[in-house]
């Protein structure tokens, strides 16, 4: 089984080709062997508001249950909206969301971040968060969260599930393997577009093939080809590939009495 | 035969490269199956005197020119460049420039460059631009090079229409008259795959109906890439096999016989 940790859906705008984008996905992971795919919906207006984010995540309970045997949804919310984030939560992994997706509204390792992370402790889903550390101001990104704070969140609550987003997603992906290092209840996804060689190989000696999970985030041959193309055994590629995401998931399941 | 158009040897100050020496590298290119290379020194992009790259560059090459072929990193703003294009040449056998004029600090319009490349053309070289060497977000903090704007391309190769370049690491082209036959320009240039994107959002597919199959040119990047990335854009091409090839390795050949 392979699954794509870290996809998106496209945001149904009026008049856009939003179907036609939800379909190319599906095609590209069909021609590149990738079974599910771990989709959030992002609103496009952000910091979002529960009203989008409520939105966002309708229109991934439709794809998920469209595509029931592709598509894996997690709901996506702002953690700033304590009281209807949490509901929305809660109401969406009852309707069969495998997890929780995080931007950059906040650092994930301030206080407002914590109810949230504390409710998919309780519901036994992970967290995926949206993750970069690079060495100059991203100004369009003030709050993004870099491993650093993913290991302090990881590491203040080690029985969650932390997924560090896209270490190929841009930034200093060596910082942010090393960062992890100290966390050992965190994972990473691969995903993003830079295919700069060795990173899978260090990540595997840092942080350990048990912690990292294959993703593209859209940037489909870049996340197949740089797992193909990594120097790793065959027992580590299949538990990145998806091995390790199926472990995941069976948190939830064992939660449920192992109905699903 | 497989031809990586796209490929280096030699250090990158900001990050340790694997594979970067000639047996490295040969043994990079049989991992992925590519027969042959066009190498230039990475150490040289940093150099003030470049040309003690491409005579480091011709070190590690002798003894297997059957696979690795010399492109020189010239930098026309640098004192006495005349003599050492002459000396890449002549003596090293280079069949190409690799041109950074972001990096050496000089416009592709400018006196010196136009001189080079004039020079290049006279020799029968292939004249070869990174768009870039690495992404944007994972720069060092003391080090802002931007990206070779695509708009320097096109009035370039309209200056230069008997010169023969070869414009890789780029992204974008569709959306430039870079990217299609009647966009008004000479046909004079092929673009490497490196950065474009496969499945989602086709670069690659597109350029092959928009510009031509004769036009696009396996680049991995490699070793700072993993080269497996490049050659899967080329695997799920939706194109005949004879399209395929034609990126793997024909058109580089075509390109090469042009200059003997």
Redesign the interface.
Known sequence: MVIDAHAHLAWRAPGSNWEE?DR??I??AD??GIDRLACSNLCPRRPSVPEDFRQANEWAGESMREYPDRILAYCYVNPGWIREAAEEVRRRIGEGFIGVKLYNEYPCSEPVVFPLVELCIELGVPILHHA?H???Y?AAQPRMSGGTQIAELANRYPEATIICGHLG??????WQIKALRSAPTAYADTSG??????MIEMAVRVMGAERLLFACD?????G???V???QITEEQRAMILGGNFEGILAQRRAQRGGSR | MTIDMNAYLGHWPF?????NDAEGLLA?MDR?GIDRACVSSASAIFYKNSQAGNEELAEQIAGHEERLIPFAVINPAYVDWEHDLGVCADEFGARGLRLYPNYHNYALGDACCRELIAAATERGMIVSIPIRQI???????LL?IPDVALSDLEALVERHPEARFVFVNGAGFTGSRLGRADGGLPANYALGIS?M????GDEVGTLVENLGADRVVLGTG????????????VE?LDAPEETKQAILGGNAEGLMGRLT
Not at chain 1, 218 to 222: L, W
């Open positions: 984008r190319a996905l095609d590209a021609r590149l970069g690079s060495h100059y991203v997603g841009g930034g200093d992906w060596e577009s830079v295919v700069d060689e060795g859209m940037s489909m041959t870049a197949v080809g740089k193909r193309g990594a | 990050r340790r490269l694997r594979h990079l992925a992404d944007q977000r994972q720069r060092h903090r802002e950065r994107r496969a499945t989602i490699m070793p700072f890439k993993y080269p497996e990335v490049a050659l899967l854009k799920v």
